[in-house]
């Protein structure tokens, strides 16, 4: 017997397991499909995507042990903590983020008993339009869905000719389970995967070289920020990146890697232990059968929604790493929300303007809104406001005072455009700014609230200030 639902999820990632969670909270009949096992013991398919099975959740565990490995040798000298024969376990390390991992994925489940979401493990497929709907196959069982969420995510880009054996050459699946510190450690691309994971290795003892075909590190940042993380990743931190590197030859034999490539004009090999592939994510929309019920894809695979995430096929929307905009966990939720309400009659809303961004190196950078290079080619007129943190007490306190806020307000009606931050919890510190601009906020609005001292926080309060050169503290 065909199995019927308002709503047929295809996908259990974040956007997909969040839009499930909503449209059951809002009353309606829903199912979801996954089938990736990701590195499930048994084989079965687990819910979480890679944001929670081999990327945000499990990176973000082994920065945080990694981090801390790093404070014990060079970190707490200055507050008067010595610790001699400080040792790394690293099997204790990826068994802690592993059991991380299994407590939130099982979490989904239970999350979906509570609001009456059926999961379907199984592969979902588009059959043919039908009845009030839709016809679908999920894992070789017919169902039949009144709207279809297409949540299925995305995978790491492959790079031609280097075959991923997630043993030497990884991605970031790989690279989150390495059995021990590799000596030297190769990554191509230096975007936030690449200076994420290189950051987890390096602090652990390896040698890392990062090969990055752009001419410009961190060209999606603000050049104030850019400049700073380069200062603080290659003199302080040590990290060789190199750029404008044209990759050649990749070889892979018993001893490691060997990778060919070009710098200004310069042939050059890298030889390394392991080597991360890392040089961005494309959209998961094959096996969909979007042919087949004239599902459409942009030129890069993209499925093309509107506003709201409607496709152009009736009742099927689609939310996440599939569709245009950041490929963002954050993103992918919200856009999730929006869509379980759309259908049960609500108002849904992603303004995608104030979605921050944040890379969770050490410092951490964090952003949302415009650049001062974008606002530049934009003719608009602007003023900012930056603040180091080596002017903050409680960055003193902490001993951490790398960094600052750079504000950047409208010259004529003083709404804040973008704020950019590069320092210790900026992933923390940037929602205050994604509120204000989410509300059409000043600058003005924000130097007038009031934070409390001595905290991190003043350092935005005092680049609002410094917007209208009346900073108090610098």
């Known amino acids: 017997m065909t199995k019927q639902f308002d709503v047929v999820v295809i996908g259990g990632g974040p956007a997909g397991y969040v839009a499930a969670i909503r449209a059951g909270q809002l009353g309606l009949s829903v199912a979801c499909a996954e089938s990736n096992p990701y590195a499930d013991p048994k084989g079965e398919p687990r819910l979480g995507g890679t944001c929670l099975n081999v990327g945000c959740i499990p990176s973000k565990a082994l920065l945080q042990s990694s981090e801390n490995y790093h404070l014990l040798h060079e970190g707490f000298a200055q507050h008067g903590i010595t610790v001699s024969d400080a040792k790394i376990d690293i099997a204790t390390m990826v068994g802690r983020k592993n059991k991380i991992v299994d407590q939130f994925t099982g979490g989904i489940k239970g999350l979906f008993r509570k609001y009456k979401v059926t999961f379907m493990p199984g592969h979902g497929r588009f059959v043919a339009a039908g009845g009030a709907g839709w016809k679908l196959d999920i894992g070789g069982e017919a169902v039949e869905a009144k709207h279809v969420i297409v949540a299925t995510g995305s995978r790491s880009r492959p790079l031609p000719?280097?075959?991923?054996?997630?043993?030497?050459?990884?991605?970031?699946?790989?690279?989150?389970?390495?059995?021990?510190?590799?000596?030297?450690?190769?990554?191509?691309?230096?975007?936030?995967?690449?200076?994420?994971?290189?950051?987890?290795?390096k602090r652990l003892g390896a040698e890392v070289t990062i090969l990055e075909a752009l001419p410009t590190f961190l060209g999606a940042c603000d050049e104030a920020v850019s400049k700073e993380a380069w200062k603080v990743f290659t003199t302080k931190q040590g990290l060789d990146i190199k750029l404008g590197c044209r990759i050649g030859e990749v070889k892979q034999g018993k001893s490691g890697v060997s990778i060919a490539y070009e710098q200004d004009g310069k042939a050059t090999t890298l030889e390394c232990d392991k080597l991360i592939v890392s040089i961005g994510r494309v959209p998961n929309t094959d096996g969909l059968a979007a042919d087949a019920v004239g599902l459409k894809l942009d030129a890069r695979g993209f499925i093309e929604v509107d506003g709201?995430?409607?496709?152009?096929?009736?009742?099927?929307?689609?939310?996440?790493?599939?569709?245009?905009?950041?490929?963002?966990?954050?993103?992918?939720?919200?856009?999730?929300?929006?869509?379980?309400?759309?259908?049960?009659?609500?108002?849904?809303?992603?303004?995608?303007?104030?979605?921050?961004?944040?890379?969770?190196?050490?410092?951490?950078?964090?952003?949302?809104?415009?650049?001062?290079?974008?606002?530049?080619?934009?003719?608009?007129?602007?003023?900012?406001?930056?603040?180091?943190?080596?002017?903050?007490?409680?960055?003193?306190?902490?001993?951490?005072?790398?960094?600052?806020?750079?504000?950047?307000?409208?010259?004529?009606?003083?709404?804040?455009?973008?704020?950019?931050?590069?320092?210790?919890?900026?992933?923390?510190?940037?929602?205050?700014?994604?509120?204000?601009?989410?509300?059409?906020?000043?600058?003005?609005?924000?130097?007038?609230?009031?934070?409390?001292?001595?905290?991190?926080?003043?350092?935005?309060?005092?680049?609002?200030?410094?917007?209208?050169?009346?900073?108090?503290h610098f």
């Open 161 to 201: 000719g280097v075959p991923v054996d997630n043993e030497t050459i990884v991605d970031n699946v790989g690279a989150l389970d390495f059995k021990a510190v590799p000596k030297k450690l190769g990554i191509i691309g230096s975007g936030v995967i690449g200076l994420e994971l290189g950051s987890v290795w």
């Open 308 to 472: 709201h995430c409607r496709t152009t096929l009736p009742n099927v929307y689609a939310v996440g790493d599939v569709v245009r905009g950041p490929m963002l966990a954050h993103k992918a939720m919200e856009e999730g929300v929006m869509v379980a309400e759309i259908i049960a009659g609500q108002a849904g809303h992603v303004n995608l303007d104030t979605v921050p961004w944040v890379i969770y190196t050490s410092p951490e950078i964090a952003w949302v809104g415009k650049t001062e290079q974008q606002l530049k080619a934009e003719g608009v007129a602007y003023r900012t406001g930056q603040i180091p943190f080596m002017a903050n007490g409680r960055a003193m306190g902490m001993g951490d005072t790398t960094g600052f806020v750079k504000m950047i307000a409208d010259a004529k009606t003083d709404r804040i455009l973008g704020v950019h931050i590069i320092a210790a919890h900026a992933s923390e510190l940037i929602s205050e700014a994604v509120v204000a601009m989410e509300f059409s906020a000043s600058s003005e609005d924000l130097a007038r609230i009031v934070h409390a001292h001595p905290t991190l926080s003043e350092v935005m309060h005092e680049a609002a200030l410094a917007v209208d050169k009346r900073a108090l």
